[in-house]
Each structure stands twice: as structure tokens, then as C-alpha cells.
């Protein structure tokens, strides 16, 4: 029957036949299987037509490194205070040593990006009360991405801070006012809001009709002191 012998060794002498094939004299192309990644290989072909055989034609090739996706893990603080900085380790291992990028999605709308087998990134989570979902891949130099990682991370509201400025002695019968600056780790995220109380000796002092209490400016007209 007319058609090839396909052989294939790691030596030259092929002395040890890792593996054959039997290609058909109408065919163009063989597949070698089972070939060990990164690694030399000799093959040899000669062709047949069922009487006689050729001499063996011969070549050598070297198989290529299957690449390896990285391996990612991350770690951060499960609990933080809303408007102060969260760190993240991030760390990957990649069995071909290939360089490393990462993407992160911080679970409130924003992703960043950072390189490095094994580097920190930060982030501010601006509100809470909150769990936030962080989540990673790590990509390698040849496009190869990790599984994603994630863990999440409870973000504390804070309560906002006040200072009061306004007139230092009060009369009566004159009019005091006051001005309250207050502030928010979360901005705009947290409507503030204001009330307003006057004591005298210890002991809550009633204000007089109408007095708006509800807002940062407030004033009021002492009927004793």
C-alpha cells in the first residue's frame, strides 16, 4: 500500500521513537501528538508504495512552551472608615516569569489599574454604611488572565464634624448669632443636617416662638441670660 512513515525522537540517532504516524500517500500534512512542551524533537519521513521504500528525509523542531496564566490573590482590611485610605495588596505568580498587570474594580463604579507581580494600590470608598465587592485579574505579558479574585470590604459611615462660631457674650434682649461649619468624609454623598440647642446651667432653654434651628446660621433673641 502506497503512503509514509512518520517517526519522531528526542535523539538524533532516534534510538527511542517517541511516537509515528502513518500518512496516506494523498496526504499533505501529519499531526504529531503528544509532544512535550519546549522540547527538541527530530522527525523523519520516508515514503512507501507497498514494494519498495524510500531513504529516510529528515528535520528537526522544537516545540513551544505552553504559556501559563497567572495566579492571583489579594488582600485589604475588611472594615475601613468612609473617606479614609484603603490599601490592597495585590500578588501573582506566573510560572513563565512574564510581566504582570492588573486590573481592579473597586465595587463602587470605579476601576483602576496598576502593574507588578506583587505591588499595593489604594482607594477612597467616599460613603458608607456599605460593603463594596473588590475584585482583580492579573494579566501577563502575553495576554493571559488570571481567574478573578475578590473579597469585600465594609465601609463605616463617620460622623460629621462641627465647629460653631458666633457671639461671644450674650444679652438679653439682644440678638446672637451663630454660624456652624461642618464637614463629611463622604461630601456630597451625605446630606447634612442641623438642630440647633441653647442650655442655661445645665438645663435645655426654651427659644422663642419661631426660632429656625434647622440650618447652619442660626440666631435668637435671649429673653434673660
Wanted: charged fraction near 15%; aromatic fraction near 8%; proline fraction near 4%.
Amino acid at each position: 500500500e502506497t503512503g509514509y512513515v512518520l517517526q519522531w525522537s528526542k535523539g538524533s540517532n532516534f534510538s527511542t521513537i517517541d511516537g509515528s504516524a502513518s500518512p496516506t500517500a494523498n496526504t499533505t500534512s501529519a499531526i504529531a501528538i503528544e509532544l512535550t512542551d519546549g522540547t527538541s524533537y527530530y522527525f523523519r519521513l520516508k515514503a512507501t508504495n507497498g514494494i519498495a521504500e524510500s531513504s529516510y528525509a529528515t528535520t528537526t523542531a522544537t516545540t513551544l512552551a505552553l504559556n501559563s496564566a497567572p495566579v492571583a490573590t489579594l488582600d485589604g482590611d475588611a472594615n475601613i472608615d468612609e473617606g479614609d485610605t484603603y490599601v490592597l495588596h495585590l500578588s501573582a505568580t506566573d510560572a513563565d516569569n512574564d510581566s504582570i498587570t492588573w486590573s481592579i474594580d473597586w465595587g463602587d463604579n470605579i476601576i483602576s489599574s496598576t502593574s507588578g507581580a506583587n505591588t499595593d494600590v489604594t482607594h477612597i470608598f467616599a460613603d458608607g454604611d456599605a460593603d463594596y465587592v473588590i475584585s482583580a485579574v492579573a494579566t501577563d505579558g502575553t495576554g493571559a488572565a488570571s481567574d478573578p479574585v475578590s473579597q469585600t470590604a465594609h465601609v463605616q459611615n463617620v460622623a460629621p464634624a462641627v465647629t460653631i462660631s458666633g457671639t461671644g457674650d450674650i444679652y438679653q434682649d439682644h440678638l446672637a448669632e451663630f454660624t456652624a461649619i461642618a464637614s463629611d468624609p463622604a461630601l456630597s454623598a451625605d446630606m447634612l443636617q442641623y438642630a440647633w440647642t441653647v442650655t442655661k446651667e445645665g438645663q435645655s432653654y426654651e427659644l422663642p416662638p419661631g426660632t429656625i434651628t434647622d440650618t447652619n446660621f442660626f440666631s435668637f433673641v435671649p429673653g434673660d441670660v
